[in-house]
């Protein structure tokens, strides 16, 4: 069974679609990455799956029930939402910001069982922040505080997580760590993950299955090799690249081919 | 610091308040004197009077004032993500000083004035949250209305004063600096009244902790943001109103306590919000003890006291601590 059907879905903002008819489902298991060029409705998308947005049309069906009929709480115990910007959080300590992913799952009065210090304490050593526990979350790196913000994501035990551009400002050691981290996750834990990514490498390189959205729509889906192709690439995005062969994993690698002879060349014009 | 440590402390420091502001005060009378009253409830002579009479009901009042200030501060700067909202960010000063004027203006008193103050708070809170309401009780939106109703009453007000005589100004002038020197006669009852919803309170300390992260991801972590939001801003709303009706505008004491506080727990509110109460009504009590013998015989408006002592805190703080830790 797939674990989120997207049917139909049109939505947008002030009665103007953002993104129209969009028709997918996301397999239990596996990471689902989402891409396209700036104004492809990749954040809006995700929004409305995530439930900030309503759909003018459509629905989305989670496990074969409407998401738009689900309790917040409900929603919560199973999807972990972790939007793409975040202003500064209050000075709470890394230790009580990653506790309030448990709320989901506890009553308005009742405590932290033994069982919810557990699992906070097995996500903060799991993405290497026990050290950190009491430091203050105001005063944390950019990276430090995008691992901070998973593990909120992680203690609600969810069965499928949508990441809004988790690399985004993060350098590389930390790009590729988060990403190894969700691959384990997927692997290990059976989480699903749908995730969406600018950089076409990380998602080639990370992601099961890849959908390319255009214009409010989808372009095309399917797995990196067979979605990530010059063809393809050049359609949606416009830019001229070539596609190769990541030597180690043989997963598709795009090249893109500077301009900068034609840009002046234009600019001259 | 350890949070029940924290919490003992701020019991131990209001405790002191209360028994200071029993034996000291305007009037001087001997310590033995007065514990003899205490013992002795409804009997005769002057320290009978002055225990239970005027310092017990004083220091109560003063006690809730402080407290429901210190936590309506905790709660508008969890809603508002703005470590500067304070009870009286979102106008209700302003309702509040109108009305008082209005009455003074009139000649009434007591508890009449009291409800035509709660009245002006009443009306200014309704348009600001009316206002809000339509964008879905955005932050932007609340603290912008609010801002916009303390400049148009307060222009109301001065436009008042320009007119009126200028005992009537004297008076509301000491008014609106805060003071618990003559509470109307029911504003013990009515402070009991607003006593179930500041507990209540207690028992948001999850909701605050979700709601200060943010609309949208309080909502992710199962929160119903816009229903929570509009009982604490009612309910808070309320408290200040009977506030500000009863003692007038005493400054600071919303902002300077969380920030305080905060220091001393941290951000969660499970501690926040008691130990703000226990604080603020300490501070409330030792300030209006300090306000009645600094220049003996005559008595301060205790405002000026929590709006120095506040704002020497907050100079002071906002030296030492770092940036980051500011907020």
Redesign the interface.
Known sequence: MDMLSVQHITAGYERKPAIRDITFTIPSRGIMGVIGPNGAGKTTLFRTI???LKPMDGKILYRDRDIAGMS??D???KV??I?QF????????VE?FVS??R??HRG??SPFTREDRGIIAENLSLLGLTDFRDR?V??LSGGELQRVVLAQGLV?KPELLLMDEPTAHLDITHQIRVLDLIGFLSEQAGLTVLIILHDLNLASAYCDRVLIMKGGTVHASGTPGSVLTQGTIEEVYHTPVRVGKNPVTAKPHIYFLPQAGKAAEAAGE | MNRGFAFLILLVFLLAAIVLGLFTGGMQLPPGEIVQALFRPGSDGIAGTLVWELRLPRIFMAGMVGSALAVCGVVFQ?IL?NPLAEPYTLGVSGGGSLGAVIAILLGISGLPMALICFAGCCLSIGAVLGAASLKGFSNSMLILAGIIMSFLFSSVVMFIFAVASSREVHSSILWLMGSLSAPPDGSLKMLLMILPVMLSLL?FS??L??L???D??S??????AKRTKTYLLLGTSLITGVCVALSGIIAFIGLVIPHAV?GMT???HHSLVPCSMLAGAGFLILSDTLSQIIIRPLELPVGVITGMVGGLFFVFYLLKS?P??V?
């Open positions: 995530s439930r900030v917040r709480k929603f919560a115990q972990a939402v939007p975040r202003s500064v959080p209050p000075p709470f300590t009580e309030l992913g709320y989901p308005r009065l203050k105001s005063a609600q | 969890a993500r028992f999850r909701d902790n979700l200060s992260l943010g949208e991801p909502y992710h972590l199962g929160l119903d905060r941290g951000a969660d770092r980051a830790e907020t």
